[in-house]
């Protein structure tokens, strides 16, 4: 594991452990590393609507314009878009600036490749090491060679004209409801919605800088399942802080996560005769009951570790199209390199739109068995799921749940968390042994007060 940067970017919580000057050298460097081999390196950045975001997109920008390469600012938009606009505009690299669905006060820097992925382990040891290091180990600019800061706010609004162009069908006396999270969403969501002529309706749009994902979004779907009901609404999709997750609700109120929508979008893709290599990638924290219902549609599936990071490599590796995560990462390689939530809210609705079913019919094929995840919060990681008596407990566990269930414990990719999940055939015997877990690292010591 990376000092600095986890599965999903440098995160930490705004000026404590992600500072301004985090911020500025990681632009620095890039701006200097990129524009080492170019008469002028162009970097792009987004960010979402935490407070801040703001602080950290003018450090970002400060030390990529001082190491001499122009900084793009597309301001509050999406991290998908991100990578859109790096690949189709012919950027160096990409920079979004977000903590996803962690609260407000957190943030994160997340780099995009000029291919549209994220960043490559090799160069983000390099970006590690220049933090740690004299910062002035790489030269500044001067004169007419330091960089520019331009508005690129036109790259997001092609961003929305490309979801726009995907869609097939007119969504015409549709209504659909939209959880915007109070994040990246509530900048392109609903106008992507409007011209493609459904009836919008739209919550937690109104972002405060404090209010992102608090309570809302696809973390807290609650909200948005009440509204479809009381509204009546055909469909609804909630996003995370920077819309690259999606979750959708449907029209009596149940929640559809990510293994639904792979299913979903999965099947119809197959009967299409789209689905590349009839093969769907899903990671380890996919529900059995997902598994069951793609072995009765004869639909083949790999098995990744968590992070959509690791669903595209696999992705990209074998030429699959369709990969995806529980939490609502779903990636469609024909069109993006990333999750990308209002994406995939489009193609669901694509699904429902081309079978002419509803969303409940067309995920109830699908058993999904309990599942039980808890979180601790621990003084490491490494440590505690490396412990002997912490790994029998998991042992035990799965020889007594064997093939009616099972267990997976693993460490969080940006937090120090440790997660126990267990899914079996009844509640009750998932929080038996999720809790039997969790008994052993607290009296070992692992655990500490969040």
Same mark, same amino acid.
Not at 15 to 31: C, E, I, P, S
């Given at each position: ?41 162009? =970097? ?25 390469? /122009?900084? #793009? ?18 950027? $160096?690299?990409?920079? *979004? ?8 006060? /957190?943030?994160?820097? %997340? ?5 549209? &992925? ?5 160069? =983000?040891?390099? !970006?590690?090491? #220049? !933090? ?26 092609? +961003?929305?004209?490309?979801? !726009? ?7 015409? $006396? ?36 404090? $209010? !992102? ?25 909630? +996003? ?22 792979? +299913? ?6 197959? @009967? %299409? ?34 992070? /959509? ?5 696999? *992705?990209?590796? $074998?030429?699959? %199209?369709?990969?995806? @995560? ?37 995920? &109830? ?20 799921? &490396? ?51 969790? &008994?052993?690292?607290?009296? %070992?010591? #692992?655990?500490?007060?969040?």
């Amino acid at each position: 594991m990376s000092k600095y940067f986890g599965t999903d970017g440098f995160r930490g919580e705004a000026n404590k452990n992600l500072t301004v000057d985090h911020a500025f050298r990681v632009g620095r460097f890039l701006g200097w590393y990129y524009g080492r081999d170019c008469e002028k390196c162009r =970097i792009v950045i987004g960010k979402d609507t935490r407070r801040s975001s703001y602080m950290f997109e003018y450090a970002l920008a400060a030390g990529i314009t001082a190491s001499g390469a /122009d900084a #793009y600012l597309l301001h509050v938009t999406t991290t998908p878009s991100v990578a859109y606009i790096t690949k189709t505009d012919g950027f $160096n690299c990409g920079i *979004m600036i977000s903590a996803s669905h962690n609260p407000y006060y /957190d943030n994160g820097i %997340k780099v995009i490749n000029e291919k549209g &992925e994220k960043l490559e382990d090799a160069v =983000i040891e390099k !970006i590690e090491e #220049y !933090i740690d290091s004299d910062p002035d180990s790489i030269p500044l600019a001067t004169g007419e060679k330091i960089g520019r800061t331009v508005d690129y706010s036109a790259g997001r609004n092609r +961003y929305v004209g490309f979801l !726009i162009s995907l869609s097939t069908r007119s969504f015409k $006396n549709i209504k659909v409801g939209i959880d915007c999270s109070n994040g990246s969403a509530s900048a392109i969501a609903k106008n992507v919605f409007d011209a493609l002529g459904a009836q919008t309706f739209v919550i937690n749009n109104t972002p405060d800088g404090t $209010n !992102i994902n608090n309570g809302c979004g696809s973390t807290h779907p609650q909200q948005l399942q009440k509204f479809v009901v009381d509204n009546s609404l055909d469909i609804g999709f909630a +996003y995370d802080g920077d819309a690259d997750r999606c979750f959708a609700v449907d029209e009596n109120g149940r929640l559809i996560d990510g293994d639904l929508i792979l +299913y979903v979008c999965g099947k119809y893709l197959k @009967e %299409k005769g789209q689905l590349d290599k009839n093969t769907v990638v899903t990671t380890i924290m996919s529900n059995i009951g997902l598994y069951k219902a793609f072995d009765s549609e004869g639909i083949s599936y790999e098995k990744t570790a968590v992070g /959509d990071k690791y669903v595209y490599e696999n *992705m990209s590796a $074998n030429g699959y %199209k369709l990969g995806g @995560e529980e939490s609502g990462h779903i990636i469609f390689g024909k069109y993006a390199s990333t999750g990308d939530g209002i994406l995939t809210s489009l193609m669901i609705m694509e699904a429902v739109l081309g079978q002419k079913s509803t969303l409940a019919k067309l995920a &109830e094929p699908v058993k999904i068995y309990p599942q039980l995840l808890k979180n601790v919060r621990v003084t490491d990681k490494n440590v505690t799921m &490396e412990d002997a008596d912490v790994l029998e407990s998991v042992k035990k566990a799965e020889q007594e749940l064997g093939s009616n269930g099972r267990i997976l414990v693993r460490g969080s990719g940006t937090e120090p968390l440790v997660r126990v999940m267990v899914e079996a055939e009844s509640d009750e015997v998932c929080e038996k042994y999720v809790n039997s877990v969790i &008994e052993v690292i607290k009296n %070992k010591g #692992y655990a500490v007060s969040s």
